[in-house]
């Protein structure tokens, strides 16, 4: 890699993580109204989250911030890869009330803008998003959970006609504020002329850790 691409991925970099980590700052002066006793009941989180997860490829760190009164949050999403890649995603997701059995359901709104390295282009879309997750009655809660979101053509903007990111966890909470996961996922773009391109289509480990 020559040094004009080292310095223009470092810079891409650094834009998207100011952003990300500005939201982040923005998220944590908010207050939150809900009290211990009703996060806890309903399993909803009450603090601020920072979530990290690996390959050997790639990394992604998240901010989640919870509604005030549970069932939902809004986040902030880095991605980059070895392939100088980098992403910055803001979405919204709410969801349902815990049912008894354990279901939880949601849906959504993500939207993402790309720097692709291989391409050499850019690309913005809108994509609807949901999830669905059912949690074991294990000693440690495990939850296994699966989410989705797809921008169509109509909703992608510039070097892409489509994206497809796709993510399959189980996550074990080891206490209130520290869970760890594991999982697959599978982000894709469709670019003209038909051709599928993949920052990332892995497992991953990661940590979750409630501010």
């Not at 709104?109 to 074991?136: C, H």
């Amino acid at each position: 890699m020559d040094g004009t691409r080292v310095t223009r991925t470092l810079s891409r970099s650094a834009v998207f993580l100011a952003a990300w980590a500005c939201a982040g700052s923005a998220a944590a002066a908010a207050p939150a109204t809900q009290t211990e006793e009703e996060a806890v009941a309903s399993h909803d989180p009450l603090w601020n989250e920072i979530r990290l997860s690996v390959t050997d490829e790639s990394f992604w760190g998240e901010w989640r911030n919870p509604y005030s009164r549970g069932h939902g949050y809004w986040s902030v999403e880095l991605f980059a890869n070895d392939d100088d890649d980098v992403a910055l995603s803001v979405g919204v997701l709410r969801t349902s009330p815990p049912k008894g059995d354990g279901v939880r359901l949601g849906v959504g709104l993500e939207a993402y803008a790309f720097s692709l390295d291989g391409p050499d282009d850019e690309v913005y879309g809108i994509a609807l998003s949901g999830m669905a997750s059912y949690m074991l009655p294990t000693y440690y809660p495990v939850t296994v959970s699966a989410e989705v979101a797809y921008a169509p053509d109509v909703t992608t903007f510039d070097g892409a006609d489509g994206i497809f990111d796709f993510s399959l966890q189980a996550e074990l909470e080891i206490s209130e504020s520290a869970h760890a996961f594991v999982g697959y996922r599978k982000l894709e773009l469709d670019l003209p002329g038909g051709v599928d391109y993949e920052p990332q289509d892995s497992f991953y480990v990661g940590v979750g850790l409630r501010l």
